[in-house]
């Protein structure tokens, strides 16, 4: 093997697999969309699968959006060499992740505050209509509560979280 590093060989032989599909003809290409699924490919020539295959339009249905969103999740999760990590890696990590879980929740007592979901009930679909930011209790209260939300401005409750009510909507 010369001296270029590994690395720099195992992206020219994907670059020339895809070359490869590229000069075979349209009909023998894999559709991007199997490329992303085939983790042996590079995340670099998947898209150049895509961005030769793209439909001119980003009109929903055409797979625009779930291109992008795969590609920013992948992005920062490849390897030097452009490979995406593999299942068992992936695997692994969530295992981890769910060890991780569950220790913390074997160190929490009885007495910790239980979350429940108590709305709102938006147009999502997903048992809410957004996020926190911050819910900080007033100093000296144990029922009066200040939440932000990005998208919802401020709330404040004075029933330990009972009831909310939007403050200064319309300053906001």
């Known amino acids: ?71 920013a999740f992948m992005a920062p999760r490849v390897g030097t060499t452009g490979i995406r990590p593999s299942n068992g890696v992936i695997l692994r990590s969530l295992e981890r992740a769910e060890e991780d879980r569950m220790a913390e929740a074997a160190q929490r007592s009885s007495e910790d505050t239980q979350w429940i979901h108590a709305g709102p009930y938006g147009p999502t679909g997903l048992g809410g209509s957004g996020r926190l930011n911050r819910l900080a209790a007033r100093p000296g209260s144990d029922s009066e509560w200040w939440a932000c939300a990005p998208a919802g401005g401020l709330w404040r409750t004075s029933d330990a979280g009972a009831n909310w009510s939007a403050v200064g909507a319309d300053q906001l």
Request: net charge positive; charged share 20%.
């Open 1 to 71: 093997m010369s001296s270029l590093p590994r690395a720099w060989h195992l992206r020219a032989a994907a670059l020339l697999l895809l070359w490869g599909f590229l000069s075979a003809g349209a009909q023998e290409m894999p559709h991007w969309s199997a490329a992303m699924r085939d983790g042996s490919l590079p995340l670099d020539s998947v898209k150049a699968l895509y961005e030769s295959q793209a439909p001119e339009s980003t009109a929903k249905g055409k797979g625009f959006k779930p291109f992008q969103r795969w590609n």
